[in-house]
């Protein structure tokens, strides 16, 4: 159950993200907050699934249409899924960059016209922002709670 509840957290902090910060998470030069949260599946699994829904509904519910729900949920699930199976390696915070810059600038380029590693290039520097100025110390932060739980120790 604990596993389900988090995934649902995870989910409902991202599309909570993504319209707090609307003007920066859609389009091919985005600076989509919510993507901090790419790299949770290295310490929750079930951030695996809890991301994936959190960018499905958020790119239902946002601009850019069909092509972003499908092409964005599955290519945030695969880099999801390699961020928790390489977790132990920069591997893991490269997965989100690399996923999303390849993947969703094969719909991305046509919808806005523009060459696709134009546009894989922009959106990877704005992921690579994302995860490493907020990601990386967002698990750091989360990391050091955990530690501190272990031994009996509060923040």
Not at 29 to 41: D, G, S, Y
Not at 49 to 78: H, K, Q, R
Not at 109 to 118: E, K
């Amino acid at each position: 159950m604990k596993y389900w509840v988090r995934a649902a957290v995870i989910a409902a902090v991202y599309v909570i993200l993504i319209f707090a910060f609307r003007p920066l998470s859609f389009g091919p030069v985005q600076f989509r907050v919510a993507e901090a949260l790419t790299v949770l599946p290295i310490i929750y699994p079930e951030a695996i699934p809890g991301l994936f829904v959190g960018v499905l509904l958020g790119n239902i519910l946002g601009e850019v249409g069909v092509w972003d729900v499908i092409g964005g949920s599955l290519a945030t699930l695969i880099a999801a899924y390699l961020t928790y199976r390489y977790r132990n390696s920069w591997f893991a915070y490269a997965s989100p960059i690399v996923c999303n810059a390849l993947l969703v600038s094969l719909y991305l380029h046509v919808i806005v016209d523009q060459s696709y590693w134009l546009v894989a290039l922009t959106i990877a520097l704005g992921e690579a922002g994302v995860v490493l100025l907020l990601g990386i110390p967002l698990i750091k932060y989360l990391q050091r709670i955990m530690h501190n739980d272990i031994e009996g120790k509060r923040l």
